[in-house]
């Protein structure tokens, strides 16, 4: 019986525990990490949590006696041009709504200039955020969620998990919060469709990677409420409501936004993909 509640009947360890495996090795990891960057008055950068979430990645799949290539899809010229489509997808998904705003004449744009040094700094900042977050969300937790209780209760419980990560944020305001949680919510479910539809993360962390690197560096819009220098900078009509524009908190909380990642994340889900992601209880 007590057998049973840690194993299956392939005499494998169940997936929820290793989910909780995965929890008390981050925190491991982490943990010190946050200790040391209070003392020395440093934030912990995006880069350092990829590299600690990875490592415990890499960790949790030695001790299955699993490939990393499983977890993060194999490392081949497929991989490459899925990465490319994400990168794509995440210009458009951006690009659109921005569209709409100046041929409605809602924005306008003043231009600040090629400024090679924070374009490549903010480069490396969004590739440490979309790498940690869709190793974080689309990675062994996520994966071992699929295996367990399926795909759709997986998409549900990690696209809770990442609203709540963005929970901060969300609270900054009233008049827009509830549309950027929808918008989250389902950018979540976006992020875990490009997964599901190549059982690979380089389409998600393209997608997740360009979504912001575009709507903040790039276009000048906030990115989940936080300011960002862009190359442009969109200056909204007098008569423009937050609804329209996303104000502060960026395209996530505007009208277009949303409508832009509900089409791409219904093109994703009806796509038929370039390889099945299995969800067996291995």
Known sequence: MIRRIFKNQAGNLRNGWWIGVFFLLLAAVVLPMILVAKETGQELAPWMQALAVLLVSCVCQWLRKQPMAQLLGAFDRQWLLQLGWGIGLGALLMGLPALFLTVT???????????????????????????????????????????????????IAMSAYFVLNHA???????????????????????????????????????????????????????????????????????????????????????????????????????????????????
């Open 105 to 155: 004449s809602t924005v306008s744009w003043q231009f600040n200039g090629w400024q090679q040094a924070a374009i490549g700094a903010a480069l490396l900042l969004f590739v440490g955020v979309a790498v940690t977050e869709e190793l974080t969300f689309r990675g062994f937790m996520f994966q071992r969620l699929i295996a367990g209780i399926g795909s759709w209760p997986a998409q």
């Open 168 to 282: 901060s944020a969300l609270q900054q305001g009233d008049s827009w919060n509830y549309l950027a949680m929808a918008n989250i919510f389902i950018a979540s479910l976006m992020f875990g469709f490009a997964y599901l539809r190549t059982a690979s993360l380089a389409m998600p962390i393209g997608l997740h990677l360009m979504a912001n690197f575009s709507q903040g560096t790039l276009l000048g819009f906030g990115v989940s409420g936080s300011d960002q220098v862009g190359v442009l900078t969109p200056v909204f009509s007098a008569e423009a409501p937050i609804w329209l524009t996303g104000g502060a908190f960026g395209l996530e909380a505007s009208v277009p936004g949303f409508v832009t990642v509900v089409l791409l994340t219904l093109a994703l889900w009806h796509w038929r993909g370039t390889k099945v992601v299995s969800q067996t209880a291995v």
